[in-house]
């Protein structure tokens, strides 16, 4: 059964650090890795999608790598600030919009 | 374009009732998945349904249960409620329900069960 790992489980960081959020997955049979913002008591916000094919993926201070033989990714996120504070979840879709969900990274970033 | 819908947002209800769940997919989007997310498990996958089949099913009792209607709105079933079933109830659409779709998530139901 595939199971995703997301280290640390919480982050804080002063504003304007950058910083990197950890992902592992023990399949690598993957169709494609996500990762996604949720802020308290609300739905998902999709970040960022890789294929399986692709080793990495950007949005504005945002990249996302990934290493399938390996069974990891991380997300990059530079010069952070306050309005990233939420929770980072990566997620690996194995079947038919299947998704495995982390445990997710809380991160609050510090004015 | 108007994003994901779920109603209601918010369901107390007390064991033993059940509760039916509804998800209004992006317009044009013909999958739409759901999702339990609790404290202690996190964000786990129920089913998956296209075209109005389901496609996919995670592992849940049958308690669970859903469909899907022609105009690719969705709702969710559960019946005899635990305790347990306390959880944000999240739905997701994408299309053509492929693994290069992104798929867009509405804000919940947050189901409260006495």
């Known amino acids: 059964k595939q199971e995703v790992t997301q280290i640390p489980a919480a982050l804080s960081v002063p504003e304007g650090e950058n910083l990197v959020l950890n992902c592992s997955f023990t399949d690598s049979a993957i169709y494609n890795l996500q990762w996604f913002r949720q802020d308290p008591g609300k739905g998902l916000t999709s970040l960022l999608l890789?294929?399986?094919?692709?080793r990495e993926q950007t949005s504005g201070r945002l990249n996302a790598s990934l290493d399938k033989s390996s069974g990891r990714s991380t997300l990059y996120i530079a010069a952070s600030q306050p309005g990233d504070s939420a929770t980072y979840l990566c997620a690996v879709q194995t079947g038919a919009n299947n998704l495995f969900f982390g445990t997710g990274t809380r991160l609050t970033v510090i004015p | 374009k108007a994003g994901v819908t779920q109603t209601p947002r918010y369901l107390i209800k007390t064991r033993g009732q059940q509760v039916t769940l509804s998800c209004s997919p992006i317009?044009?989007?013909?999958?739409v998945s759901w999702y339990q997310q609790t404290p202690g498990q996190g964000l786990q996958f129920l089913f998956e349904y296209f075209s109005e089949t389901q496609r996919n099913k995670g592992n849940f009792p049958g308690r669970f249960s859903g469909r899907q209607f022609s105009n690719s709105r969705s709702e969710m079933n559960v019946s005899t409620l635990e305790l347990g079933d306390s959880a944000l109830y999240l739905c997701?659409?994408?299309?053509?329900?492929?693994?290069?779709?992104?798929?867009?998530f509405g804000p919940g139901t947050r189901l409260t069960v006495l």
């Open positions: 890789i294929q399986s094919s692709q």
């Open positions: 317009s044009g989007h013909r999958s």
């Open positions: 997701a659409s994408s299309w053509p329900g492929s693994s290069t779709d992104t798929q867009y």
